[in-house]
């Protein structure tokens, strides 16, 4: 029987690794990984991209995302995006 605590993706399992360990602070997301700390698809994660809402740029080959999921999340005001 599989634990549902346990982290599923490598960026999860990441994640839960430098929590273990004190954590550090984090100052850029993947798209897959800010997409799943908030509970949104990747394409409603790019959509958030173009209009501005979310602050993102390009490091090489991928998409770095600068905004803070939980400060993202804290702006919504409980109301649904």
Request: a positive charge; glycine letters at 10%; hydrophobic letters at 40%.
């Amino acid at each position: 029987m599989e634990n549902i605590s346990e982290p599923v993706n490598r960026a999860q399992r990441r994640a839960a690794a430098s929590e273990a360990h004190g954590g550090t602070q984090k100052y850029g997301w993947k798209v897959a990984e800010w997409s799943a700390a908030v509970g949104c698809s990747r394409a409603r994660t790019y959509q958030l991209i173009s209009a501005g809402v979310i602050d993102s740029v390009k490091f090489g080959a991928s998409r770095i995302i600068r905004t803070d999921p939980r400060t993202f999340l804290a702006s919504l005001g409980g109301e649904a995006a």
